[in-house]
């Protein structure tokens, strides 16, 4: 053992002197960014005299932390994020003497509801998906465990499949939406989190919490790998209805017959207008540490939020992405390098 | 009936042997038998396995070598690329490749006119869609190689979109396209045309094998070359430093340690480190080659040391047993003559156990090649899209590698990126098979030449 490891330590050392200064750069993050990111990095890389890019996904959690590890050729430049940083994060970052971060809001995500092509197609409210998936609902003015079986037993307007919902994991940045929008929304709707609060002594924020809890008896799935797992799922189980992201589904629309909510079809118009409820801000950040030191980042910033890439006419917006209505006050944000202040 | 037993009676020839078998001696051939049936059905089992396996990768995935081309003439118009007809690179390069999509679109406007094709109500700019979004990045890239030809007509093959070559490997038909946001029928009609054209062709696909990383708006530019020379990096990193350590490690354990208990806890903890899952490689090569020792993200040099990790036990296991396989009378013959300890073995034993470490070493980096978790963690799983540069520079490069390339392209959403998996599995089964074909011709060719 020893031996070996004075080995490969004369390795490394030999090894280390013969490295050289980053050129390229390197972006960690979010799953949900990660195509738009590689779409700029791409586009960056022919356009540009830099270097493309290096693209990893991760989740927005990971991508933040290994953003906060410090500042150095070593750490990442960008994490891309589908959800807002945490305060616990800049706590990690300032620790680690990563200070000025930047937050670069550049458009808008939608989250949808749907079902194999071939099924029937749904009509849903926030609190049909309440009454369908929660761990207890309403009956009667009184909370009871989940009862119901079908989707006609939720809403008579609803085709009379079988309740099995497929919705993304903890660990994505799209379950927080979802618990958000949808479940609490719901719980609210149904009349259950007043109920909750009662039943936990009048704490409101434990009673939100309890609208979350989701029913256990395996007709909802949590789905800890992405959205195509989602969809091998939905193949096997065609009366299933799953949860993905609109530029998902705008990829597989051959496969895919998308739920209404609140009688809005998702699109990204309807995203951009916010008529339709479920949608979420994506966002990068930027260590301003970086900015000058690593070659390239200023321009790949101003490439992302520039019209070209970002704009409602873009790529990006082609593949799915809503563009965001502030892409003018973003696009000033970037070019003056504008740390964010602190959170409120 | 009775015939027969008469016949019987009257010559007593027995058809089979005049041994009676004990209930003992059945029940053990009877044993026998069972235990034969079991071996037939788990090697059946496993086969239809495999073939499973094999048939569906190769289904999926064959179609990946082939890609469909469109040939299209286009005018690379001054008034667009060269403003004010300097010729200047500098200025011509400022035209970005949203700049050179307009050229496509024009060029299939004069084919509409040229030669008649095309279909009613449909519009140039929906059949310039039906070119991989790498076409204006290909012509930009053409014009500042060749700024000269600025003016003049060239002929460019394009790659399709996927969802057109798609339609020509079955995957996209005119009722999907009635419902599918990224094509139509008029572009599948259109594509038809152009095909009876000559225009459009599927053909074999190098690019699959040489080209990068392509991002999710275009999969049919995607491609294994990062991938393939990232692999290749990092296989030659694990060959140089697996190798020497490994074989120095066995030779001195196997020849000149003396026999007490730290040799054997150092020989216990080998076998152990076999066993250890390469998650931990990765883990500990994060903590010690990037955190510690400051060593690039993404690099092959990381890759290959981790993975040399995870190598070191294989190899010296088979080392050491082709080592304790030369027979102890070659070493004594060797001594009995003069030589040293240490020219005894490398004079002697080691050229007749090298066979065998050849093909441990083999087996060991084939293992190595297919290996994902630990460079999960050394941020391999990335969309590399830069090819590494030669070496030693390119160690430090970032690159992703064959397994990786499998599970990245697993997680987008295009389907034609389906096929593209399926495709790199075959090209990292068929690398896995010549090593392995390697190690067998080795042990064949060289093995017990005494």
């Known amino acids: 053992m020893s031996f070996k490891l004075t080995a490969s330590a004369v390795a490394i050392v030999a090894a280390a002197s013969a490295a050289d200064a980053r050129d390229q750069l390197q972006i960690k993050g979010s799953s949900t960014v990660l195509p738009y990111a590689t779409i700029v990095a791409e586009a960056f890389g022919e356009n540009f005299d830099f270097p493309t890019p290096v693209v990893e996904g991760g989740g927005s959690g990971a991508g933040r932390k290994a953003m906060c590890e410090g500042v150095g050729?070593?750490?990442?430049?960008?994490?891309?994020?589908?959800?807002?940083?945490?305060?616990?994060?800049?706590?990690?970052c300032a620790s680690n003497g990563v200070n000025e971060i930047m937050e670069v809001r550049f458009g808008y995500d939608g989250i949808v509801f749907a079902s194999d092509i071939n099924g029937p197609s749904f009509a849903f409210t926030p609190a049909d998906w309440f009454n369908a998936i929660a761990k207890e609902i309403v009956v009667d003015?009184?909370?009871?465990?989940?009862?119901?079986?079908?989707?006609?037993?939720?809403?008579?307007?609803?085709?009379?499949?079988?309740?099995?919902?497929?919705?993304?994991?903890?660990?994505?940045?799209?379950?927080?939406?979802?618990?958000?929008?949808?479940?609490?929304?719901?719980?609210?709707?149904?009349?259950?989190?007043?109920?909750?609060?009662?039943?936990?002594?009048?704490?409101?924020?434990?009673?939100?919490?309890?609208?979350?809890?989701?029913?256990?008896?395996?007709?909802?799935?949590?789905?800890?790998?992405?959205?195509?797992?989602?969809?091998?799922?939905?193949?096997?189980?065609?009366?299933?209805?799953?949860?993905?992201?609109?530029?998902?589904?705008?990829?597989?629309?051959?496969?895919?017959?998308?739920?209404?909510?609140?009688?809005?079809?998702p699109s990204t118009e309807t995203v951009a207008s916010g008529e339709y409820p479920v949608s979420r801000p994506l966002f990068f950040y930027v260590k301003n540490a970086h900015l000058g030191v690593i070659p390239g980042l200023q321009e790949y910033i101003e490439f992302f939020v520039s019209d070209d890439m970002a704009g409602p006419d873009g790529p990006l917006a082609e593949y799915g992405l809503v563009s965001d209505p502030e892409l003018a006050k973003t696009q000033d944000m970037v070019a003056n390098g504008t740390p964010m202040g602190p959170m409120n | 009936m009775t015939d027969v037993t008469s016949g019987a009676n009257m010559a007593p020839k027995p058809k089979t042997s005049l041994l009676v078998q004990d209930a003992r001696t059945k029940r053990r051939n009877a044993a026998e038998a069972r235990f034969r049936t079991y071996g037939v059905v788990a090697i059946t089992i496993a086969m239809l396995a495999l073939v499973g396996l094999l048939s569906s990768i190769l289904y999926n995935g064959s179609?990946?070598?082939?890609?469909?081309?469109?040939?299209?003439?286009?005018?690379?118009?001054?008034?667009?690329?060269?403003?004010?007809?300097?010729?200047?690179?500098?200025?011509?390069?400022?035209?970005?490749?949203?700049?050179?999509?307009?050229?496509?679109?024009?060029?299939?406007?004069?084919?509409?006119?040229?030669?008649?094709?095309g279909v009613d109500g449909m519009k140039s700019k929906d059949a310039a869609k039906m070119i991989s979004k790498e076409g204006p990045a290909e012509l930009r890239r053409f014009v500042l190689a060749h700024p000269h030809m600025i003016g003049e007509t060239v002929t460019f093959e394009f790659l399709a979109s996927g969802r057109i070559d798609g339609y020509y490997k079955g995957r996209v038909t005119m009722k999907s396209a009635e419902i599918d946001k990224n094509v139509s029928p008029q572009q599948l009609q259109l594509a038809d045309q152009l095909k009876a054209a000559g225009l459009l062709e599927t053909k074999w696909n190098w690019g699959f094998l040489t080209r990068a990383d392509a991002s999710e708006n275009r999969p049919e530019a995607a491609g294994l070359g990062v991938a393939i020379l990232g692999s290749f990096y990092m296989m030659i990193v694990v060959l140089c430093l697996?190798?020497?350590?490994?074989?120095?490690?066995?030779?001195?354990?196997?020849?000149?340690?003396?026999?007490?208990?730290?040799?054997?806890?150092?020989?216990?903890?080998?076998?152990?480190?076999?066993?250890?899952?390469?998650?931990?490689?990765?883990?500990?090569?994060?903590?010690?080659?990037?955190?510690?020792?400051?060593l690039p993200q993404s690099a092959p040099i990381v890759g290959?040391?981790?993975?040399?990790?995870?190598?070191?036990?294989?190899?010296?296991?088979?080392?050491?047993?082709?080592?304790?396989?030369?027979?102890?009378?070659?070493?004594?013959?060797?001594?009995?003559?003069?030589?040293?300890?240490?020219?005894?073995?490398?004079?002697?034993?080691?050229?007749?156990?090298?066979?065998?470490?050849?093909?441990?070493?083999?087996?060991?980096?084939?293992?190595?090649?297919?290996?994902?978790?630990?460079?999960?963690?050394?941020?391999?799983?990335?969309?590399v899209r830069e090819f590494p540069g030669a070496p030693p520079e390119g160690f430090f490069d970032p690159a992703a590698a064959l397994p990786v390339q499998v599970y990245n392209w697993t997680q987008r959403a295009d389907p034609a990126f389906v096929e593209r998996a399926s495709g790199a599995i075959i090209v990292l089964l068929v690398f896995l098979l010549c090593m392995n074909a390697i190690a067998i011709l080795l042990r064949r060719r060289f093995e017990r030449r005494w």
């Not at chain 1, 050729?73 to 616990?88: C, L």
């Open chain 1, 73 to 92: 050729e070593n750490t990442i430049d960008i994490a891309n994020s589908s959800s807002r940083i945490k305060p616990s994060d800049i706590e990690l």
């Open chain 1, 141 to 265: 003015g009184k909370l009871v465990a989940n009862p119901n079986a079908k989707w006609s037993d939720v809403n008579a307007d609803l085709a009379a499949n079988d309740i099995l919902a497929f919705i993304p994991g903890t660990k994505h940045g799209t379950r927080e939406v979802f618990d958000k929008k949808v479940l609490e929304a719901g719980c609210k709707a149904t009349g259950a989190l007043d109920l909750l609060i009662d039943a936990n002594g009048g704490d409101k924020k434990a009673g939100k919490k309890a609208c979350h809890a989701l029913r256990t008896d395996g007709l909802s799935v949590d789905i800890d790998g992405d959205y195509t797992e989602t969809l091998a799922r939905l193949d096997a189980n065609p009366q299933a209805i799953g949860v993905f992201g609109l530029s998902f589904y705008q990829n597989n629309t051959d496969k895919l017959i998308v739920a209404t909510m609140d009688n809005v079809t």
């Open chain 2, 63 to 117: 179609s990946a070598f082939r890609q469909t081309f469109i040939t299209l003439d286009v005018y690379l118009d001054p008034a667009k690329l060269d403003k004010d007809g300097s010729g200047d690179i500098a200025k011509i390069a400022k035209v970005t490749t949203f700049g050179y999509a307009p050229l496509i679109k024009k060029s299939f406007e004069a084919e509409f006119e040229k030669s008649g094709i």
């Open chain 2, 242 to 294: 697996a190798l020497p350590i490994g074989v120095a490690t066995s030779i001195y354990l196997e020849e000149f340690a003396p026999r007490n208990w730290i040799t054997d806890v150092i020989e216990v903890n080998i076998s152990n480190l076999a066993a250890v899952p390469s998650i931990v490689f990765g883990i500990l090569g994060l903590a010690i080659f990037i955190n510690f020792a400051g």
């Open chain 2, 304 to 383: 290959g040391l981790v993975l040399t990790l995870m190598t070191l036990p294989t190899i010296i296991i088979a080392t050491r047993a082709s080592l304790k396989a030369v027979p102890p009378s070659i070493r004594d013959a060797a001594l009995g003559v003069g030589a040293s300890k240490m020219q005894a073995v490398f004079h002697h034993v080691l050229p007749l156990a090298a066979p065998g470490i050849l093909t441990g070493t083999i087996i060991g980096l084939a293992q190595a090649l297919g290996e994902t978790a630990p460079l999960l963690l050394i941020g391999m799983v990335a969309f």
